[in-house]
């Protein structure tokens, strides 16, 4: 199995940045791409960014292009979010996920982001 843990979370004003990481133990050579969700009060949780493990391709939520970068440390096997220019309305909890081989996924707990206007 894949466990996943998320850090970096915490409260910032709008217009700041904040750096997500999420930490991946286990079985971890099974990991061929891992990404980040949030979900915000009283909304469906939504895609925000994924990157492949074994190249570098990227893909983005429109509502974050732009501001936010999605990386990979493979030897760390950590995933990052560089969030920058945040609004209020990013106010969420972040969810990191790994798509593991066999169809497989792997879920963190999640970390808290508020963005105060």
């Known amino acids: 199995q894949v466990q996943l843990v998320e850090s970096g979370g915490g409260l910032v004003q709008a217009g700041g940045s904040l750096r997500l990481s999420c930490a991946a133990s286990?079985?971890?050579?099974?990991?061929?791409?891992m990404g980040w969700y949030r979900q915000a009060p009283g909304k469906e949780r939504e895609f925000v960014a994924t990157?492949?493990?074994?190249?570098?391709?990227?893909v983005y939520a429109d509502s974050v292009k732009g501001r936010f970068t999605i990386s990979r440390d493979n030897a760390k096997s950590t995933v990052y979010l560089q969030m920058n220019s945040l609004k209020p309305e990013d106010t969420a909890i972040f969810y990191c996920?790994?798509?593991?081989?066999?169809?497989?996924?792997?879920w963190g707990k999640g970390t808290l982001v508020t963005v105060s206007s």
């Open positions: 990157i492949n493990w074994g190249g570098s391709s990227t």
């Open positions: 996920n790994a798509y593991l081989g066999g169809g497989n996924d792997s």
């Open positions: 286990g079985r971890t050579f099974t990991i061929y791409k």
